[in-house]
T-cell receptor, first 110, second 110 residues
Framework: QKEVEQDPGPLSVPEGAIVSLNCTYS??????FMWYRQYSRKGPELLMY????GNKEDGRFTAQVDKSSKYISLFIRDSQPSDSATYLC??????????FGPGTSLSVIP | EADIYQTPRYLVIGTGKKITLECSQT?????MYWYQQDPGMELHLIHY???????EKGDLSSESTVSRIRTEHFPLTLESARPSHTSQYLC?????????FGEGSWLTVV
């Protein structure tokens, strides 16, 4: 079993839809949780970062962490065609072990 | 916003050539990473550094080498490029919690 599993996708939604992207993990040593957006032929761009259980909101994006269930989610409200990209979850321990999910490809159709 | 720069962004070179991919960051981060990512595939850690004169191999075996003579500079070198080295190479750095990526260097070996 991989340390981090991510919903495989690809995901295709109509413009304006709410998108839910999810990852599960098995290592309880992970303390920092991140979501990245990666456009084609670009480097990953940090979208959201959190280190505690609960919700963190930034504009149309909400990151949710449930440490007891080892589950993280990213919600995108009012999705736009410009949100079409691959989304990577990532988790980091305090001693610098970092694991990235394989990514979920999202297409938002106008 | 991350200040991490990679050059060249795109490069096509012949088999057997030596190539150095440059990576610089202006954030004063001690820890830096190199990842390799094939199109549509996962990120794989190939090298990392905890600071000046520190270099370590990552999870994915790579024929490339790295050096860290200055905090802000972490170049990656391929002594003799082969078509199997064709990939995207991503440089990253961390202040301890999150990870910031450069735009990536796309290498094609013909």
């Amino acid at each position: 079993q991989k340390e981090v599993e991510q919903d495989p996708g690809p995901l295709s939604v109509p413009e304006g839809a709410i998108v839910s992207l999810n990852c599960t993990y098995s290592n309880s040593a992970f303390q920092y949780f991140m979501w990245y957006r990666q456009y084609s032929r670009k480097g990953p761009e940090l979208l959201m970062y959190t280190y505690s259980s609960g919700n963190k909101e930034d504009g149309r994006f909400t990151a949710q962490v449930d440490k007891s269930s080892k589950y993280i989610s990213l919600f995108i409200r009012d999705s736009q065609p410009s949100d079409s990209a691959t989304y990577l979850c990532a988790m980091k321990t305090s001693y610098d072990k970092v694991i990235f999910g394989p990514g979920t490809s999202l297409s938002v159709i106008p | 916003e991350a200040d991490i720069y990679q050059t060249p962004r795109y490069l096509v070179i012949g088999t057997g050539k030596k190539i150095t991919l440059e990576c610089s960051q202006t954030m004063g981060h001690d820890k830096m990473y190199w990842y390799q990512q094939d199109p549509g595939m996962e990120l794989h850690l190939i090298h990392y550094s905890y600071g000046v004169n520190s270099t370590e191999k990552g999870d994915l075996s790579s024929e490339s080498t790295v050096s860290r003579i200055r905090t802000e500079h972490f170049p990656l070198t391929l002594e003799s490029a082969r078509p199997s080295h064709t990939s995207q190479y991503l440089c990253a750095s961390t202040p301890g919690d999150t990870i910031y990526f450069g735009e990536g260097s796309w290498l094609t070996v013909v």
